[in-house]
């Protein structure tokens, strides 16, 4: 399994390119360094993707460049507020049309009171011809004036955590981040055999636009 469980950076580049309040949305993006739930997947990884979104219920795709083939997720799901509580459920589905990695399916929960947001997902994995195995995400961010911190790690048949630190904001009608990420070893070095940097540390440049289609 070459990126066992996958959302710190990918949270940010949907915040910062995707869901817009029309209800089509489409956007587009480049990350420096593709990383997801602080595993590293790509360098230099051109993404994209679509968004609706009506009266809380959401859907969509994204996709990105993995070098072997793209990695296409599928997601949908219903969020609101009362007073100054957000919760959101929905599903995740990633897939691939190479052989980088097998198909992870999870249900996300999540919850936030001004700027503290907490996710979950509980997921399983197809992981190839081995058994299925079963995976638990968790993620506490804390978010500011374009600031945010990332506390996440997981649970069942994966382990390691890492925190990610970043910065997002909008310049000229695009969307520029930058990121730090620390993983424990856990989720770093050689995995499924294939080389993969073996660094705990990652800095990360994002940069995006989001398109209203109506």
């Not at 997947?41 to 809380?56: L, M």
């Not at 609101?80 to 990633?94: A, H, L, N, P, W």
């Not at 930058?178 to 940069?207: K, M, Q, R, Y």
């Amino acid at each position: 399994m070459k990126t066992f469980i996958k959302t710190g950076l990918i949270s940010a580049l949907l915040a910062l390119c995707s869901v817009v309040q029309a209800e089509w949305s489409a956007n587009v993006g480049w990350a420096s360094e593709y990383h997801f739930r602080g595993i590293f997947q790509h360098s230099s990884s051109p993404n994209g993707g679509f968004d609706y979104e009506s009266s809380g219920f959401y859907a969509g795709t994204w996709a990105a460049d993995v070098g072997d083939g793209f990695e296409v997720d599928g997601y949908f799901g219903y969020g609101g507020e009362v007073d100054d509580f957000g919760y959101s459920i929905g599903y995740t589905g990633y897939f691939y049309t190479g052989d980088f990695d097998d198909t992870y399916q999870e249900i996300n929960l999540g919850g936030s009171y001004g700027p503290l947001a907490l996710d979950v997902a509980v997921g399983e994995y197809d992981n190839f011809d081995g058994p299925t195995l079963d995976y638990t995400y968790y993620a506490l961010t804390l978010e500011g004036n374009g600031f945010y911190g990332t506390y996440a790690g997981f649970g069942r048949d994966a382990d390691g955590s890492y925190l990610e630190l970043g910065y997002g904001t909008t310049v000229a009608e695009l969307d520029i981040g930058v990121a730090v990420i620390f993983a424990e070893d856990d989720l770093i070095g050689d995995i499924n055999g294939d080389d993969l940097p073996d660094n705990d540390t990652s800095l990360i440049f994002t940069i995006g636009k989001s398109f209203d289609l109506q």
